[in-house]
């Protein structure tokens, strides 16, 4: 079965500090790949997705996501979070095709001011 | 464009006792998915609907049952509600592969 492992479950930043966030998935094929972000109190928004093309894909907010195939991997990146990034970040993935996403974990990020 | 609307909000319910809960997807979005969300295991796919059919179920019991309706307008149904289905249900709805997310009916089983 397919699924997605986030291994860090809880993160803590100071401003200013760079941020990666691990997902890793298990599947062979085709498959497209997201980071949805739930900011406290709200609902869960898209960060980024990647679907073809180009292996580095840019989100909002400075966020980044680089797919490396050979690796299952879609690490979530930002080179300076801000306190306002304090949020559970969750790595998802869809078999292409289908119409099921599994999700990973979840990873939650405290940013000190 | 309006969002994801999802009712209720909140909701306190007994063992045993049965829930129903709506999603309204965006307008134009046919496919509306439910999610189960809990404290380390993150969100657990329960089903999708795509226009009025059921296409995809996740691992959970029978309790658990939803439908749509020609509307795209999802309900999803909990029956014989047991203390561990106490958790935010999340409700999507998808446009060319992307979910957008409703804030969630908040359900806690006493």
């Known amino acids: 079965a397919q699924s997605v492992s986030q291994h860090n479950h809880h993160v803590i930043l100071s401003e200013a500090a760079s941020l990666e966030l691990g997902c890793n998935y298990s599947?062979?094929?085709?498959?497209?790949l997201f980071w949805y972000v739930q900011y406290p109190g709200q609902h869960l928004q898209l960060l980024l997705k990647?679907?073809?093309?180009?292996?580095l894909v840019k989100g909002i907010k400075g966020f980044e996501a680089e797919f490396i195939k050979s690796k299952f991997s879609f690490n979530l990146r930002k080179p300076s979070v801000q306190w306002s990034d304090t949020a559970e970040y969750f790595c998802?993935?869809?078999?292409?095709?289908?119409?099921?996403?599994?999700f990973g974990t979840g990873t939650r990020l405290k940013v000190l001011a | 464009k309006a969002g994801v609307t999802q009712t209720p909000r909140y909701l306190i319910k007994t063992r045993g006792q049965q829930v129903t809960l709506s999603c309204s997807p965006i307008s134009g979005h046919r496919s509306v998915s439910w999610y189960q969300q809990t404290p380390g295991q993150g969100l657990q796919f329960l089903f999708e609907?795509?226009?009025?059919?059921?296409?995809n179920k996740g691992n959970f019991p029978g309790r658990f049952s939803g439908r749509q309706f020609s509307n795209s307008r999802s309900e999803m149904n909990v029956s014989t509600l047991e203390l561990g289905d106490s958790a935010p249900y999340l409700c999507?709805?998808?446009?060319?592969?992307?979910?957008?997310f409703g804030e969630g009916s908040r359900l806690t089983v006493l």
């Open positions: 609907y795509f226009s009025e059919t059921q296409r």
């Open positions: 998802a993935v869809r078999v292409s095709g289908t119409y099921k996403y599994i």
């Open positions: 990647y679907f073809s093309g180009d292996p």
């Open positions: 999507a709805s998808s446009s060319q592969g992307e979910l957008f």
């Open positions: 599947y062979g094929g085709t498959v497209n």
